[in-house]
């Protein structure tokens, strides 16, 4: 007479599923009620999901996913993204100068996505300003569409904000003039935190912040802790404004820290963190400061060197800013090329589900 085998319950399945990346989880919350319980519970209290790093290459579209609940790559193999409703013109560069939006631009559309895997896209007519590289960011039901404006219009500080519900653009008073000379998201960071977006000159840390319901600029603050930080990039850890700065010295990195904004802007700042002196010397060693690159998504900093592709250096803010965990992975997407784009976001089971049932989305490890 055969043995049944003793099915797995509780703790112990939950446990499992801990283990296992959350691509495979997928399948298993349809193996029975209970799974599927278990799976959501180990999401919940055992490992939880953590945002993902979504790295582009421009030209053939290939989509490479750093997944660092489960520290693996997944290469996302899907159709070209549909950013534009004229079927005729051919697909138009992604771009993303929010780490969580991911957007293209032509005379005819404005077409973005908000969510994690950017598998829904809004499309709009484009804004009255011509641009090149604006600085784009979703704060609240609109978003932000600020400088970048091309050479023959006649304000490259122009604003226009495009709100979602009504579906209609609106101009709003322009970026400060201090920001004239860097209105581009190649100079600029931004950041969203509650109601408000903060633009951050990248070399000299001069913040200015914009209020897109009452339409309203305030600053500038310094964000730059020292003088010797001359990159500064920002990011948000829940409400808290956070910044990400790269040490310099004679011109070459020496380390890479992170602070926290005191309460409002301009009351002081605070050290959270600072790279390991070892993936400083295996990421950066002795680069110039123009290959560095830093994003922050969620809770997460990524760094890295476009001069050593080979490396990426992960940090995960923890207990409120007061603990930071470094980590230095294996980067799966090295051979995307220099024509990419790096965006990301908080991917749920559910957004996973999504992709692995679409015709569009293919994964593999």
């Known amino acids: 007479m055969a043995h049944e085998e ?3 319950h509780g703790d112990i399945l939950e446990a499992i599923f801990s283990h296992v990346p959350l691509i495979h989880l997928v399948p298993a919350c349809h193996v029975s009620k209970t799974w599927k319980r278990a799976v959501s519970s180990s999401l919940a209290h055992v490992r939880p999901i953590k945002p993902w790093l979504l790295i582009l290459n421009q030209t053939t579209r290939a989509l490479h996913a750093y997944d660092p609940r489960s520290h693996v790559w997944l290469r996302i193999k899907h159709h070209p993204f549909i950013t534009n409703t004229r079927q005729q013109q051919p697909p138009s560069a992604l771009r993303s100068s929010h780490s969580t939006l991911l957007y293209t631009l032509t005379p005819a559309e404005f077409s973005f996505s908000t969510d994690a895997l950017h598998l829904d896209w809004h499309h709009a007519p484009s804004p009255r300003v011509w641009r090149t590289d604006p600085v784009v960011a979703r704060v609240g039901q609109r978003v932000v569409v600020a400088g970048g404006a091309c050479d023959f219009e006649d304000d490259p500080l122009a604003v226009e904000t495009y709100d979602m519900e009504t579906r209609a653009w609106v101009t709003c008073p322009s970026m400060p003039a201090l920001l004239k000379g ?20 990248k070399h000299s840390g001069v913040t200015y912040s914009f209020d897109p319901i009452t339409m309203t600029w305030k600053g500038p603050f310094d964000l730059r802790p020292y003088q010797n930080v001359c990159y500064c990039v920002t990011g948000t850890l829940g409400e808290k404004l956070m910044v990400a700065g ?6 070459n990195v020496k380390g890479v820290k992170l ?9 002081g700042m605070e050290e959270v963190g600072e ?6 010397e295996k990421v950066m060693g002795g680069s110039e400061l123009g290959s560095v690159e830093v994003t922050w998504i969620g809770d997460f900093v990524y760094v890295r060197n476009t001069s050593v592709p080979e490396e990426v250096v992960v940090c995960e803010v923890l207990d409120d800013g007061n603990r930071c965990d470094w980590l230095s992975v294996r ?17 749920c089971l559910e957004d996973v589900q999504r992709a692995v049932v ?3 989305r293919k994964f593999c490890m």
């Open 182 to 201: 860097s209105t581009a998201s190649t100079w600029l960071s931004v950041a969203v935190a509650g109601e408000m977006m903060h633009v951050t000159e």
């Open 6 to 8: 003793a099915p797995i």
């Open 358 to 360: 679409s015709e569009n």
């Open 259 to 267: 602070w926290a904004v005191r309460g409002e802007l301009g009351s």
């Open 246 to 251: 790269v040490v310099v010295e004679a011109e």
């Open 331 to 347: 980067n799966a997407a090295v051979n995307c090329g220099t024509r990419t784009v790096v965006c990301g976001g908080d991917v």
């Open 275 to 280: 790279m390991p002196k070892e993936m400083v």
